[in-house]
């Protein structure tokens, strides 16, 4: 699991090959906390995509970026681009499923 930044952006998410998931969340936020275990467990359900988490409260330009407005949001990526997009708690099976749909 990786902790995205502005500084590493570029490089793990953008110029990443294949598909991304990035869990936007706050330390505070009740169903972030929910979100964080079928998170990990789909991540360990999916070795070859990444897994990332972005801080909205320490990344504040890329919660803009993304324009995420409610956390827990989770965005799906693929060769850089942005192809979907969830807002609220979602099961593993949920993500899971996504990013199949995404291959």
């Known amino acids: 699991m990786l902790a995205i930044t502005s500084e590493n952006f570029d490089k793990q998410v953008l110029q990443a090959k294949g ?19 079928a998170f990990e467990a789909a991540a360990k359900e999916h070795p070859e995509a990444l897994f990332g988490k972005v801080n909205v409260d320490e990344e ?13 949001t989770l965005v799906y990526l693929k060769d850089g681009k942005v192809l979907k997009r969830t807002v609220g708690y979602q099961e593993q099976a949920e993500i899971s499923a996504n990013i199949r749909e995404l291959g």
């Open 60 to 72: 504040s330009k890329l919660a803009e970026q993304f324009q995420v407005m409610s956390i827990p």
């Open 19 to 37: 598909v991304v998931v990035l869990d936007f969340w706050a330390s505070w936020c009740g169903p972030c906390q929910m979100q964080a275990p």
